[in-house]
């Protein structure tokens, strides 16, 4: 006959592993909801924007401001503090300051800038509506599983001649719970910077050939300007082959505007789209290598106590 305290201590064990599991589909229900929002993320242009960064909607606010005022007067001053970015003020500088030394429209570059900064200051909501997600999923999964060591424990404290669960213990399980989270933490934001990183250099790089291709620079400048930047990338990400066709596309165009003259803004607007598309497909990469990584946490510091535990039933009743 099987003890009911040990009935008790395994039915805790499986409900256990149960709600381990449901935090983990719950977690699949919303990356799937933020990968479905990030898919047709036209349709929701206004409300995404309600949702801005203070820095980007500020900076986007100066924008419409400043494409609603260029028509050809006298040039709008610049405010006493501009807000900040990541590289969209200096940009937007660099628009100005062709606006105030050749006197030329800029509103179309304002609004590449405009749709740039949208885009981007969207991506970055998706971002930290995972990372809080995955937050949040840890912090379920922390409480869930001290619920049911406690009950694993206090089920077979009848059975056992010394405690499962010391002071000692219980530090220690903190301690590797935390680890676990840190260490999370640690790996996302490595794979975070890997995939990441090199796009705000190459958005850089096409939205400012574009700033110049509109403002009627001389190919002479665009290319002096554009070859140093596109050397010193080249360098840095030379074992990256996914913004390979990237930098061949911005030569190519650099070329053709040299031989053929004219405006380029179709082509530059075409590969602009392509690398949207690029860090669109790394941040479903993203999500794939965030929702491995869990497993692999939860599983190694989360789940393996329970395992613990019942070894450590199991081999009393195996010394009687």
Same mark, same amino acid.
């Given at each position: 006959?099987?003890?009911?305290?040990l !009935?008790?201590?395994?039915?805790?064990?499986?409900?256990?592993? &149960?709600?381990?599991?449901?935090?983990?589909?719950?977690?699949?229900?919303?990356?799937?909801?933020?990968?479905?929002?990030?898919?047709?993320?036209?349709? =929701?242009?206004?409300s995404?924007l309600?949702r801005?960064?203070?820095?980007?909607?500020?900076?986007?606010?100066?924008?419409?401001?400043?494409?609603?005022?260029?028509?050809?007067?006298?040039?709008?001053?610049?405010?006493?503090?501009? $807000?900040?970015?990541?590289?969209?003020?200096?940009?937007?500088?660099?628009?100005?300051?062709?606006?105030?030394?050749?006197?030329?429209l800029?509103?179309?570059?304002?609004?590449?800038?405009?749709?740039?900064?949208?885009?981007?200051?969207?991506?970055?909501?998706?971002?930290?509506?995972?990372?809080?997600?995955?937050?949040?999923?840890?912090?379920?999964?922390?409480?869930?599983?001290?619920?049911?060591?406690?009950?694993?424990?206090?089920?077979?404290?009848?059975?056992?001649?010394?405690? &499962?669960?010391?002071?000692?213990?219980?530090?220690?399980? &903190?301690?590797?719970?935390?680890?676990?989270?840190?260490?999370?933490?640690? !790996?996302?934001?490595?794979?975070?910077?890997?995939?990441?990183a $090199?796009?705000? =250099?190459?958005?850089?790089?096409?939205?400012?050939?574009?700033?110049?291709?509109?403002?009627?620079?001389?190919?002479?400048?665009?290319?002096?300007?554009?070859?140093?930047?596109?050397?010193?990338?080249?360098?840095?990400?030379?074992?990256?082959?996914?913004?390979?066709?990237?930098?061949?596309?911005l030569?190519?165009?650099?070329?053709?505007?040299?031989?053929?003259?004219?405006?380029l803004?179709?082509?530059?607007?075409?590969?602009?789209d392509?690398?949207?598309?690029?860090?669109?497909?790394?941040?479903?990469?993203?999500?794939?290598?965030?929702?491995?990584l869990?497993?692999?946490?939860?599983?190694?510091?989360?789940?393996? $106590?329970?395992?613990y535990?019942?070894?450590?039933?199991?081999?009393?009743?195996?010394?009687?």
């Amino acid at each position: 006959m099987i003890p009911i305290n040990l !009935l008790s201590a395994l039915l805790s064990f499986i409900l256990a592993l &149960l709600s381990l599991r449901g935090a983990l589909l719950f977690e699949s229900k919303i990356l799937q909801h933020k990968a479905y929002f990030f898919k047709y993320h036209q349709s =929701h242009r206004v409300s995404c924007l309600s949702r801005l960064q203070e820095g980007s909607k500020q900076l986007l606010a100066l924008i419409n401001h400043l494409i609603s005022c260029d028509n050809g007067s006298a040039f709008t001053p610049l405010p006493s503090s501009l $807000p900040q970015y990541k590289f969209y003020t200096e940009l937007l500088v660099k628009i100005l300051n062709h606006r105030q030394t050749l006197g030329s429209l800029m509103r179309e570059s304002l609004r590449s800038l405009k749709d740039g900064l949208i885009e981007d200051t969207r991506f970055e909501k998706s971002l930290q509506g995972l990372e809080l997600s995955s937050n949040l999923q840890f912090l379920f999964i922390a409480l869930m599983s001290w619920i049911f060591i406690l009950l694993f424990a206090r089920s077979t404290k009848t059975m056992m001649p010394e405690p &499962l669960l010391t002071p000692s213990l219980t530090l220690l399980l &903190l301690f590797w719970q935390g680890g676990g989270y840190l260490l999370y933490l640690k !790996l996302q934001s490595h794979i975070k910077q890997k995939l990441f990183a $090199p796009f705000s =250099h190459y958005f850089y790089l096409f939205y400012n050939f574009r700033a110049m291709e509109r403002a009627n620079f001389s190919w002479a400048h665009i290319t002096s300007e554009l070859q140093e930047e596109i050397a010193m990338l080249t360098q840095k990400e030379q074992a990256n082959s996914d913004f390979t066709n990237s930098r061949d596309r911005l030569y190519q165009i650099m070329e053709l505007g040299q031989v053929v003259g004219g405006e380029l803004t179709r082509l530059l607007d075409e590969a602009i789209d392509d690398l949207w598309f690029l860090q669109k497909e790394r941040f479903r990469r993203f999500m794939g290598s965030c929702k491995v990584l869990k497993m692999l946490i939860t599983t190694i510091f989360f789940i393996l $106590p329970y395992f613990y535990f019942l070894f450590k039933l199991f081999s009393h009743f195996t010394k009687w």
